[in-house]
């Protein structure tokens, strides 16, 4: 299994950037998928998840309205919709997926929102 996300760079507080997730090696509409972030010095935390074909998604409190995930399940990829960033959105952002009960994580994708 291989995950790959991409979209990730320097925005300034109030844009808005699409990161995307990629994952092969297994059959992509079968699974739900998750984005997390680490900030620099935090732990790990669960940002945003959404279900197999894309009718259930939760998202952690801190960003809730502002971030939608969503999924092309023809593309095998994965979206997160980050609007109204800010300045502690700042972190390296992993998308997961956890395939015969093991986690698979990408290499990341680091978002910084700075003026």
């Known amino acids: 299994v291989q995950v790959v996300e991409s979209g990730g760079g320097l925005v300034q507080p109030g844009g808005s950037l699409r990161l995307s997730c990629t994952a092969s090696?297994?059959?992509?509409?079968?699974?739900?998928m998750s984005w997390y972030r680490q900030a620099p010095g935090k732990e790990r935390e669960l940002v945003a998840g959404?279900?197999?074909?894309?009718?259930?998604?939760n998202y952690a409190d801190s960003v809730k309205g502002r971030f939608t995930i969503t999924r092309d399940n023809a593309k095998r990829t994965v979206y997160l919709q980050m609007n109204s960033l800010k300045p502690e959105d700042t972190a390296v952002y992993y998308c997961?997926?956890?395939?015969?009960?093991?986690?698979?994580w990408g290499q990341g994708t680091k978002v910084t929102v700075s003026s």
């Open positions: 997961k997926v956890v395939y015969c009960r093991r986690g698979y």
């Open positions: 090696g297994l059959t992509f509409s079968s699974y739900d």
């Open positions: 959404i279900s197999s074909f894309g009718g259930s998604t």
